[in-house]
């Protein structure tokens, strides 16, 4: 299970985060209260342990863009948080991992569309990973709000990132009861936006641990 922590703006919360466990670092470029710029992040990521992978979050930005910014940041993984299509961005893939943020509405509309999806990503016509999150209307994430997670229970999630509202109080039973491919967490673990807090971060990891630690003995 990978664990990305998200909204990284300084060295001190990154290499922090890597000591408590997360391996996916993520850097917010589109319009939030949490995002940085290229010159900071390509300063963190010098600092990075190559094991570390870096993830870069953009909002609708052009193919180009994304180009620059990942080759000066030195990123793996895009991570692509608007209206983008894969057509567009497809030829990132052989080099790059791929993920794409699905806003949920709890819908059966929106239920029926992500298992399309799904079906439509394993036959390489889509996005080979989906990063899940409520949809909030008038926010782009960062809310520290989740979805219903039932959800979970009808899709396979080889390939899917649960975000939105992950907390000590709720990450033991979504990877009990769901264990995903992977968890995002950004807002709760801060002092405030863009300032990681190292004892939320601490405990959060040790509950993540414990779970890791029971996986591996059954």
Not at 38 to 49: D, F
Not at 74 to 103: A, C, N, P, R
Not at 107 to 130: G, H, V
Not at 173 to 193: A, F, M, R, T
């Amino acid at each position: 299970m990978i664990k990305k922590i998200c909204g990284i703006t300084n060295i001190e919360d990154a290499l922090f985060s890597i000591q408590q466990g997360f391996d996916v670092l993520g850097f917010i470029f589109a319009p939030s209260s949490r995002k940085t710029d290229i010159e900071t992040v390509k300063q963190i990521t010098a600092y990075l342990p190559e094991t570390i992978k870096k993830a870069g979050v953009f909002l609708n930005h052009s193919p180009i863009e994304i180009q620059n910014i990942i080759e000066f940041c030195s990123l793996d993984i895009i991570q692509l948080h608007g209206e983008e299509k894969w057509d567009s961005y497809k030829q990132f893939s052989k080099k790059f991992q791929l993920m794409k943020t699905v806003k949920l509405k709890d819908s059966i509309e929106d239920k029926q569309d992500l298992i399309d999806r799904i079906k439509l990503s394993k036959k390489e016509r889509d996005f080979p990973y989906f990063l899940l999150e409520p949809y909030i209307e008038g926010a782009y994430g960062g809310t520290g709000k989740s979805f219903q997670w039932n959800i979970l229970k009808t899709i396979p999630l080889e390939n899917i990132i649960v975000s939105g509202g992950l907390n000590c109080d709720n990450i033991n039973q979504l990877l009990n009861d769901h264990s995903p491919y992977g968890i995002d967490v950004c807002s709760w673990l801060e002092k405030k936006p863009g300032i990681k807090d190292p004892v939320k971060i601490q405990i959060f990891m040790e509950k993540v641990k414990s779970y890791q630690t029971k996986e591996s003995e059954a």
